[in-house]
């Protein structure tokens, strides 16, 4: 409806990478007014789109951070900075919230991720495909940094799985998949192409604790540890020994303001792997168990998710990430049990006491 045939102008190709870059000193806790980027985050209600405002709203000012969904925030995010109603999908839209609110960085949270995916791949191919063209014109058009998350899921069966590199054969048998991949060609495409500011990064399946996921294979890995706190008893739907990729929430955050920040000449690549661990069903279990051994796992496996999970990467391969931008996680599958356990009973013993 509206990719293809709009201008892009020269002014906004040429300043595309001075603008909007924000760039603070590393390390520093937060920065200096005129350094400030103006954030719209999209998709933002999702599992990691509050913990991400949260961050860069430390870092750059509350008001400097715009939530966005489709769905009515909930009191807790309604009340703590700014938030609007944004569809990805109404191009005009969009493009008035990015000029009206001076917006110089944009985060493209919103997409229908894997599982979800499978059941409604009409919706899915509207969303992460539509959704993205869209948003890769406006922020071509306004010289924003454009930061375009991708996914272990971009990978397929035909990749190599243990680890799988930066580069390689990229299959996916997934719509979500496909729309990814198509996600990081586009990207790149238009960096060369008008010199958009496009940065991608590969996340592994991500824990959180006080956010839901929001239809993935690796939902899991999320699920397991509110099923362990409150009764002790959890079904799982991929197989005992389905090893995946994983990342403790905060390390994936963090990455992206790492990343979101790192100078333009240091990014040798514009999409990166990110790893921190791989586990199973099982050894995820046996780790918890180690904390609440009185949790019992049954197995009940999703023919869907487990297909799947049974395509992607067992490991990402991420020299490259930290080579060029110094990436390094934190968390590793104790120290990930240990926080999402303690965030989880805290939750819980708060609700009770409600
Ligand atoms: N969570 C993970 O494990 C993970 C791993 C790899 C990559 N990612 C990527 O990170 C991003 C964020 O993931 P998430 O887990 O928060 O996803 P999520 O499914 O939890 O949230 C997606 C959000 O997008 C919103 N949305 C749907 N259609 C929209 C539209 N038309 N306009 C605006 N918003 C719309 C939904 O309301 C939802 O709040 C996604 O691009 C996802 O592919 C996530
Ligand atoms: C891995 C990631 O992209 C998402 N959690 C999914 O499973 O679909």
């Not at 920040?261 to 240091?266: D, F, I, K, N, V």
Request: aromatic share 8%; with cysteine; glycine share 8%.
């Amino acid at each position: 409806m509206h990719a293809g045939n709009r201008p892009h102008s020269s002014v906004a190709r040429l300043t595309s990478s001075m603008r909007g870059v924000g760039s603070c000193a590393s390390g520093a806790s937060s920065c200096a007014d005129a350094d400030r980027p103006k954030v719209l985050i999209t998709g933002g209600l999702g599992q990691l789109g509050v913990g991400l405002a949260k961050l860069l709203r430390r870092r750059f000012g509350e008001n400097n951070v715009i939530l966005s969904d489709i769905r009515k925030p909930p009191n807790h995010v309604y009340h703590h900075g700014p938030f609007i109603f944004s569809d990805v999908l109404d191009y005009t839209s969009l493009r008035e919230t990015v000029v009206n609110n001076n917006v110089s960085w944009l985060v493209h949270y919103a997409a229908v991720l894997s599982a979800v995916g499978e059941n409604n791949v009409a919706l899915a191919k509207e969303v992460n495909i539509t959704g993205l063209h869209n948003v890769l014109d406006i922020a071509t058009e306004h010289g924003l940094r454009l930061f375009v998350p991708s996914t272990i899921g971009a990978f397929g069966p035909s990749s190599p799985r243990d680890p799988t590199p930066d580069l390689c054969v990229q299959r996916p048998r997934t719509i979500y998949g496909v729309s990814k991949v198509h996600a990081e060609l586009m990207g790149e495409y238009y960096h060369h192409r008008y010199g958009l500011d496009f940065r991608c990064l590969r996340y592994p399946g991500i824990i959180s604790a006080d956010s839901e996921p929001g239809g993935g294979t690796t939902d899991y890995a999320v699920q397991i540890f509110h099923a362990a706190v409150k009764s002790g008893l959890f079904e799982c739907n991929l197989r005992s020994d389905t090893q995946l990729p994983m990342m403790y929430i905060d390390d994936c955050l963090r990455a992206t303001l790492e990343f979101l920040e790192a100078p333009a000449e240091t990014l040798l690549n514009r999409t990166y792997n990110i790893h921190a661990m791989s586990f199973t069903p099982h050894g995820l279990a046996q780790e918890i168990q180690r904390v609440l051994p009185d949790l019992k796992v049954t197995y009940n496996v999703d023919a869907v998710r487990q297909a799947i999970a049974d395509g992607w990467p067992m490991a990402l391969e991420d020299t490259a990430a930290r080579r060029d931008w110094g990436w390094k996680h934190e968390y590793d599958l104790a120290e990930l049990v240990q926080a999402v356990l303690a965030h989880v009973t805290t939750g819980n013993q708060l609700a009770r006491a409600h």
